[in-house]
């Protein structure tokens, strides 16, 4: 940020807002007179471009964590994971929910919105509100299609604009129970899609049926991954890692059910991944074949299976494990030493969490809504960073979504609601006034691993394990943000017309872009520091900015007062890009000296 300041100090020459600077009477003399201010106007003009800058992060003072609604959707209830992929033309992330109703088994609306809230782009009925969508290109055409479950199990894909493209064969309802996702992945690296829906596998192309490798459980959460680094993809599903021709490698030690939440990551030093199953009430942890490396009881016992997260929480490289499980979170390092609890209400037991790390310390934040608020937890502490009651929610399988859904360059933090105990309903897109840290523009499945599935929905043939790129899980790192637009304010003149406490000051600045990008609009404001705090003297909307531009004159005007009542700035600011040095755009303007004679 450049600030440029060229006082006049002519006759003793800013709008307490404009509509309270008292008229000037006029006095008629007869005679022609120069004006105490004299109009000074300067066209557009070239500006010379600097070079790019990092992320420029948070202003001192500034709390990270106090997130914001920037848009949301409330003319339905939704508990179902949303998910983020590129259905328009626009390049702009699109956001997929299916809206949730009470009577189990009714069809159900699928809904699709454009990510930066400019409205939905289609419905379409007939699906099961309590199974989660998925967006990728199944079949390989250049298109992503919708994934999501009719009531009366079969797997359904859209088009891009919510036609039907196919419907499978309806699937052996023994398989389905109240809560599931669907998953995609390509298992024989031959660059053919397949579709996970239970128990079952479908091919992308056309949804035939191509192996059931569960007859009865492995209805909730499935993940894709190859733990054991053979170059075959594993399937997670049930209490066991499955080969996708059915062949079981090894279950979990679990005697009362046969359906765990499975969960994948780096959790000591070689380069396999562990395995993670939470089976009502109680926490495995396995080496990659299937070795039992600790194992511990939840708060809870017997409760659903919150989804877990992995990541590191701590900022010390090794990623930690955090699990939801009804009444409390719980987090333990990678050797099952528990490192805090905090306190949640989940009566379903089924939400999930989510990491991001949302200050830029090294450590990720922890992201969760249970059925009274949206929480951003400190993951060093476990104490409450952030709390938003009005997002309460029935809760299902479930968690915060981290996405740039409005190409903005910073992430928004995607959830549901159904508003049951208070609160909105429908869908909410959170962001922060200064950005949070940039993050990619997709989340596609419920398994989604930043790998597997690339930003434009492509089903990757051969994807790197994640754990050895980032070890995340249900998580997401943050990526610098690029710094598109680098805006300046110069200030030109600064004149009173008097030096009685009603006269009207007169200052003309100029607003230009010396970044590479364009900037669709930015918000100048006018504000005095007063006792109380910062008062808006005025602020409107310019736009556009394009780059290497410095605008033409503008003048507003306030009273001499306005200086007196305490510090007085110009500032500059983009609407929604992210910005080189936003914090510096601020001129202070100093007062007028006052010429009585």
């Known amino acids: 940020m450049r600030l440029t300041l060229l006082l006049a100090l002519a006759p003793a020459c800013v709008d307490y807002g404009l509509e309270k600077v008292p008229p000037v009477a006029a006095i008629d003399t007869g005679l022609a007179s120069e004006p105490l201010c004299p109009v000074?106007?300067?066209?557009?003009?070239?500006?010379?471009?600097?070079?790019?800058?990092?992320?420029?992060?948070?202003?001192?003072?500034?709390?990270?964590?106090?997130?914001?609604?920037?848009?949301?959707?409330?003319?339905?209830?939704?508990?179902?994971?949303?998910?983020?992929?590129?259905?328009?033309?626009?390049?702009?992330?699109?956001?997929?929910?299916v809206e949730w109703v009470l009577d189990l088994g009714a069809p159900a609306i699928l809904r699709a919105f454009s990510g930066d809230g400019a409205g939905e782009l289609f419905q379409a009925e007939?699906?099961?509100?309590?199974?989660?969508?998925?967006?990728?290109d199944v079949d390989g055409d250049g298109d992503n299609e919708v994934l999501g479950m009719t009531p009366d199990y079969r797997v359904r894909a859209l088009g891009p604009t919510g036609e039907v493209e196919w419907t499978s064969d309806k699937l052996p309802p023994a398989e389905w129970g109240y809560f599931g996702h669907i998953v995609v992945a390509d298992f024989e690296g031959d660059g053919a899609a397949e579709v996970i829906a239970g128990g079952s596998v479908l091919a992308g192309a056309d949804g035939t049926l191509l192996n059931r490798v569960l007859a009865d459980d492995g209805v909730f959460t499935p993940v894709v991954a190859d733990v054991d680094l053979d170059g075959r993809q594993d399937l997670l599903m049930g209490a066991g890692v499955w080969d996708i021709d059915g062949t079981l490698h090894w279950e979990?030690?679990?005697?009362?059910?046969?359906?765990?939440?499975?969960?994948?990551?780096?959790?000591?030093?070689?380069?396999?991944?562990?395995?993670?199953?939470?089976?009502?009430?109680?926490?495995?942890?396995?080496?990659?074949?299937?070795?039992?490396?600790?194992?511990?009881?939840?708060?809870?016992?017997?409760?659903?299976?919150?989804?877990?997260?992995?990541?590191?929480?701590?900022?010390?490289?090794?990623?930690?494990?955090?699990?939801?499980?009804?009444?409390?979170?719980?987090?333990?390092?990678?050797?099952?030493?528990?490192?805090?609890?905090?306190?949640?209400?989940?009566?379903?037991?089924?939400?999930?969490?989510?990491?991001?790390?949302?200050?830029?310390?090294?450590?990720?934040?922890?992201?969760?809504?249970?059925?009274?608020?949206?929480?951003?937890?400190?993951?060093?502490?476990?104490?409450?960073?952030?709390?938003?009651?009005?997002?309460?929610?029935?809760?299902?399988?479930?968690?915060?979504?981290?996405?740039?859904?409005?190409?903005?360059?910073?992430?928004?933090?995607?959830?549901?609601?159904?508003?049951?105990?208070?609160?909105?309903?429908?869908?909410?897109?959170?962001?922060?006034?200064?950005?949070?840290?940039?993050?990619?523009?997709?989340?596609?499945?419920?398994?989604?691993?930043?790998?597997?599935?690339?930003?434009?929905?492509h089903v990757v043939e051969d994807p790197e394990p994640f754990w050895l790129a980032h070890n995340l899980f249900h998580g997401r790192g943050a990526v610098e943000r690029p710094a598109d637009a680098d805006l300046v304010v110069q200030v030109d003149t600064v004149c009173a017309e008097g030096c009685a406490a009603d006269s009207v000051v007169h200052v003309r600045f100029r607003v230009g872009n010396q970044g590479p990008m364009d900037v669709d609009s930015a918000r100048v404001t006018l504000t005095v520091q007063g006792e109380a705090g910062p008062e808006v003297l005025r602020e409107v909307v310019l736009g556009p900015l394009p780059s290497g531009q410095l605008g033409a004159t503008r003048s507003w005007t306030l009273q001499r007062a306005a200086f007196k009542a305490g510090e007085v700035t110009l500032s500059v600011s983009p609407t929604a890009q992210v910005e080189c040095g936003a914090a510096d755009n601020v001129a202070v303007i100093p007062a007028p000296p006052c010429e009585e004679g």
């Open 126 to 136: 007939g699906f099961d509100s309590n199974w989660g969508p998925a967006i990728a």
């Open 252 to 457: 979990t030690d679990w005697p009362l059910v046969p359906d765990c939440t499975p969960a994948v990551g780096q959790l000591d030093e070689d380069e396999e991944a562990e395995v993670v199953f939470i089976c009502y009430g109680e926490v495995n942890v396995h080496e990659h074949d299937g070795e039992m490396i600790w194992t511990k009881p939840l708060p809870r016992p017997q409760a659903n299976n919150g989804m877990p997260c992995i990541g590191d929480i701590t900022g010390d490289g090794a990623a930690e494990l955090i699990v939801p499980n009804g009444i409390r979170l719980v987090a333990w390092d990678r050797g099952g030493t528990e490192l805090w609890q905090t306190e949640i209400i989940d009566s379903t037991s089924a939400a999930g969490c989510a990491l991001f790390d949302m200050d830029g310390d090294g450590a990720n934040e922890v992201l969760y809504g249970d059925e009274y608020e949206l929480s951003v937890i400190d993951g060093r502490t476990g104490a409450r960073l952030f709390e938003d009651p009005s997002r309460g929610s029935a809760t299902g399988y479930d968690y915060p979504v981290i996405a740039d859904v409005d190409q903005d360059g910073a992430a928004e933090i995607v959830v549901v609601a159904t508003g049951t105990y208070g609160g909105y309903q429908g869908l909410a897109v959170y962001g922060h006034p200064y950005g949070l840290p940039g993050a990619g523009p997709a989340w596609p499945s419920h398994d989604y691993d930043t790998l597997k599935i690339d930003d434009r929905g």
């Open 40 to 97: 000074e106007e300067e066209a557009a003009s070239p500006l010379a471009l600097v070079d790019g800058c990092a992320d420029p992060g948070f202003p001192d003072g500034v709390d990270a964590f106090t997130l914001e609604i920037e848009w949301q959707e409330e003319g339905f209830m939704a508990l179902m994971l949303p998910v983020v992929g590129l259905l328009s033309d626009d390049d702009i992330p699109d956001i997929v929910v």
